[in-house]
Structure formats: C-alpha cells, structure tokens
Nanobody, 121 residues
Framework: QVQLVESGGGLVQPGGSLRLSCAAS????????IGWFRQAPGKEREGVSC????????YYADSVKGRFTISRDNAKNTVYLQMNSLKPEDTAVYYC??????????????WGKGTLVTVSS
C-alpha cells in the first residue's frame, strides 16, 4: 500500500525551530519528486518546498526562503523539512506529497494525511 506519513508537527514559539519528517512506504522515493504543502485555516493549500528526483533541485516558496530547508534520504525513504525562525503565519497543516513526474511542487499524486504546526506564544 502506497503511503506517506508525516510526523514532527506540534506547538512551537515564534522564532523557534521544528523538523518535519515524511516516511514513504509501498514505493521508493528514488524516482519521485517529493515535497511539502501547507494549508492554513481559511486559506488555500500552497506549495512550501519540494525536491526533484532528477537533479535534486529544490523549490521554496518565497515566504520560507532562507528559513526552511528540504532534504531527502533515499536510503531511509524519508524526506525532511527543517523549519527555522518560525513565524505565526507558518501555522498550518503540513502535507507531504510525491509524484514520479513531479516538477517543482506540481504533479504530485500521493499525499499524506498531514501534521499540524502551530506557531504561537
């Protein structure tokens, strides 16, 4: 069964850090683009950061550049999102997604259930 499971969400203070993990099962990430999306209350889902399967190129939304870092460990079939200098506006449910033909944050076909990140004092 193809599955993506996010973990690492929680409550963090502004300026703090958090690392999200996404573990894939039922398929290998070697040939898949994979990344993170988020949806804040009352807002549309947006692509946060993705990494390609071809050249390892990364994409970051302007709002998170310089603060978030995406990485993948194919041996562990896992992708991570290191989030630093967190802001209240980063509060959202974060979703992991993957696609064999994904480019940047487009073309994703598998989705996790999400993990909640709350940035608040």
């Amino acid at each position: 069964q193809v599955q993506l499971v996010e973990s690492g969400g929680g409550l963090v203070q502004p300026g703090g850090s958090l690392r999200l993990s996404c573990a894939a099962s039922g398929f290998t990430l070697d040939y898949y683009a994979i990344g993170w999306f988020r949806q804040a209350p009352g807002k549309e889902r947006e692509g946060v950061s993705c990494i390609s399967s071809s050249d390892g190129s990364t994409y970051y939304a302007d709002s998170v550049k310089g603060r978030f870092t995406i990485s993948r460990d194919n041996a562990k079939n896992t992708v991570y999102l290191q989030m630093n200098s967190l802001k209240p506006e980063d509060t959202a449910v974060y979703y992991c997604a993957a696609g064999m033909y994904g480019h940047r944050c487009s073309g994703m076909e598998y989705w996790g259930k999400g993990t909640l990140v709350t940035v608040s004092s």
